[in-house]
């Protein structure tokens, strides 16, 4: 009874409302309050300041300069080689797999749209039907910077309006094609394994959602579908290196990225698995290809 009331409360919750009015505590300079609230959440969520490059409450001028606190240069590792793609964030594996034409699985009885998670474009969802897709939940407690899980240069951005449900996990199994409906922000990237897109996914509370390069996307919430295009050379195009930031959230949500068909191949993925920036996420699909030609068959 308790989760049905926490699920159907968020369709009568202005939620638009509540996420801005949230929104300007957390950007302002409140001094002693401010600090206590910093404190009250580093006990309530149990957040490890250990690893943050400020590990003292006092530091942050505002709530949001805490929750998008840096890390120490050396806390997160980036693994691998080029043919290695690495976790984008910390967070825990909500679900991952195959992108069945235009499908892509949430929670057991839900599945949603690929076209109308990437904005209702067909023309930019068809090289991802038949690819693989990963969703990652970002907690309260986590570091809530999004990190390229691979080399990339950026070609699209598209603002996508929506709702601004919890995108917890008792929500994601119960509120239909939630990812593909709250208000959501697109980046469709050139990489060595093909296209990528990585969709930052807006929630309840979510203060703001901002990318290196255009800085704050949103507030203010926009009504219609909004599509940049980018040069992908010259002096304005946008080259980000594996484990090189790409954008952040103010407070807590979602990653969903997607892959083109036959590009990668993910590497000990499980549902719930605690994911950390930088470990190993996925490898190239050609490695495991050449892997397999440079086989030799057994002497018989």
Known sequence: ML?????????????????????KLASARAGKLTTWLIKLFIRHYKVDMHEALYSQPEHYKTFNDFFTRPLQPDARPIEGDEKTLVHPVDGAVSQFGDILDDSIFQAKGHNYSLTTLLGGKPELAKPFKGGKFATVYLAPRDYHRIHMPVDGTLTDMIYVPGELFSVNPLTASNIPG???????VVALFDTPVGKMAMVLVGATIVASIETIWAGTVTPPAGKNVQHWQYDTDGEHSVHIKKGDELGRFKLGSTVVACFEPGAIEFEDLSAGQVTRLGEHFAYSAQVANDDTDSQEPESV
């Open 178 to 184: 939630l990812f593909a409906r709250n208000e959501r």
């Open 3 to 23: 989760d049905w009331l926490k699920v159907n409360l968020q369709y009568l919750l202005p939620k638009h409302l509540v996420s801005r009015l949230i929104g």
